[in-house]
């Protein structure tokens, strides 16, 4: 079911065990029953269970948007993203709330082989890698171990155990560089109304104002205070309190 033409409301099933199953599901179904505040606390309630899981994630962002909380719906949209980036439901919301935010802050150009890179590395989640890499790893073995026992067959066995090792190497290599990527450039979204960054911690010289729902990276962590830059490099400092992180 879809309320608007762009966007998907529906509530996703997940399997999950014992407790956390019934959480769940009651949570769908305060949901269906328009009880948004209550949906929200049980979906909160696994998330701190440490239940990250994409559909999970959507849901709250859905429940989110019903209460109109822009900021935390982009902000669960774009960690369920992370985990699924296949998932079309969560890529189409998050586009969709995108274009209602105040700020629509212009990307810088990038080149061709940058953007080539990026959707190969945004295609796959890290455990589809981590998944990849092991099944390729685990084909390479099998076919070494197939021409040591099956000589017969070794002409046949070879060339397979040959692509099943550039695929691991492909593989673990992109899952090392998603890694990498996730640990060095993270994410904030604004979830107050207006963020003023100002020139230093504790300062009251403003950089730059932003608006809920708005996506910075962060440069520095310095307790309650963090660097963070727009997409165009301007940086500044906010506190901790008035945004969360990816």
Not at 209 to 220: A, D, I, N, P, Y
Request: charged share 20%.
């Amino acid at each position: 079911m879809r309320i608007w033409i762009y966007l998907s409301w529906i509530i996703v099933p997940i399997c999950a065990i014992a407790k956390e199953s019934q959480i769940y599901n009651k949570a769908n179904q305060m949901y269906r029953s328009n009880q948004f505040e209550e949906a929200a606390v049980l979906y909160e309630s696994l998330v701190a269970k440490g239940i990250h899981h994409a559909d999970v994630f959507y849901n709250l962002g859905n429940t989110c948007f019903r209460l109109n909380k822009i900021g935390l719906t982009i902000l669960n949209y774009e960690r369920g993203a992370y985990l699924n980036p296949q998932d079309e439901d969560i890529r189409a919301n998050l586009k969709f709330v995108n274009a209602k935010l105040v700020d629509q802050l212009p990307v810088p150009p990038s080149s061709l082989l940058k953007r080539v890179i990026d959707s190969i590395v945004n295609f796959f989640s890290e455990n589809q890698l981590a998944w990849l890499c092991s099944l390729s790893w685990q084909g390479t073995a099998l076919f070494l171990i197939l021409m040591i026992f099956l000589k017969k067959f070794r002409n046949v066995f070879r060339p397979l155990s040959i692509v099943a090792l550039i695929l691991m190497i492909f593989f673990g290599s992109l899952w090392g560089f998603k890694g990498y990527l996730q640990s060095t450039y993270r994410h904030i979204i604004i979830i107050k109304p207006q963020l003023s960054v100002v020139s230093e911690p504790e300062g009251d010289q403003v950089i730059f104002s932003v608006h809920e729902g708005t996506k910075l990276l962060v440069r520095k962590k310095m307790n309650n205070w963090w660097l963070v830059s727009l997409p165009n490099g301007v940086s500044g400092w906010a506190k901790k309190q008035d945004f969360e992180e990816i």
